[in-house]
């Protein structure tokens, strides 16, 4: 089956630095993949969408790369700021995942560092 | 990016009663929803899929006479959580999916459950 794998412990990164998280997954590639924030007690907040055959997708201060050899994605945060910790889950779609077609990382916490 | 809202944020109920949370797409039409829990520093698991004018699709290991889905429009999906235990004290989410951007899925803002 597939697993997808984000950093299990907490990131922690100094305010003005980039911050870099890593989705990984295993067997085929999905269709597209998502990245959401999702502070505590909150709802998953849409971010960015990468299709299977984009390398890159930018927004803002946000970086989203998409490597299918590697079976990675990595989410960049240029210029951190306190506002951006939270929990960061990547969410791949594929055939045979979920009736939302979606299957979710359990998620990285991501702390800012004044 | 659209919206998905979701109510009430907050609900206490005593032990055997019935809870209604509602789902709703204020600004697209949504003919399948979807609706997860959420434990403590956990995945989002996926309960059961919400279809307009249809029954809805439950996921394996979840009862469906224990959590009630029903989707009477294009743009509300409503989840009962009946006959409640503290068990089912949980973080309940519900998404939908927009067809209009790529498919893709947002959620609402999720609703505390707390069962005493």
């Known amino acids: 089956s597939q697993k997808i794998e984000q950093n299990s412990e907490a990131l922690n990164i100094q305010e003005g630095k980039t911050a870099t998280l890593t989705c990984n997954y295993t067997?085929?590639?999905?269709?597209?993949l998502q990245w959401y924030r999702q502070d505590p007690g909150r709802g998953p907040v849409f971010l960015l969408l990468?299709?299977?055959?984009?390398k890159e997708k930018r927004k803002e201060r946000l970086k989203v790369t998409f490597d299918t050899t590697l079976k990675q994605s990595l989410f960049h945060i240029t210029a951190s700021q306190p506002a951006d910790s939270a929990t960061y889950l990547c969410?791949?779609?594929?055939?045979?995942?979920?009736?939302?077609?979606?299957?979710f990382g359990k998620g990285t916490h991501l702390i800012i560092q004044p | 990016g659209a919206v998905v809202s979701q109510h009430p944020s907050r609900v206490i109920c005593k032990s055997g009663t019935s809870v209604k949370i509602e789902c709703r797409s204020l600004d697209f039409q949504a003919t399948t929803m979807f609706w997860y829990r959420q434990f403590p520093k956990q995945s989002l698991m996926l309960m059961a899929t919400s279809n307009e004018g249809s029954k809805a699709t439950y996921e394996q290991g979840v009862e469906k006479d224990k959590f009630l889905i029903n989707h009477a429009s294009l743009t509300l999906s409503t989840l009962t959580v009946t006959s409640a235990h503290p068990e089912d004290s949980s973080f309940y989410i519900c998404?939908?999916?927009?067809?209009?951007?790529?498919?893709?899925?947002?959620f609402g803002e999720g609703s505390w459950l707390t069962v005493v």
């Open positions: 998404s939908a999916r927009d067809r209009r951007a790529g498919n893709t899925i947002y």
């Open positions: 990468i299709r299977e055959n984009e």
């Open positions: 969410a791949l779609s594929y055939s045979g995942g979920g009736a939302d077609g979606l299957t």
């Open positions: 067997n085929y590639s999905p269709a597209y």
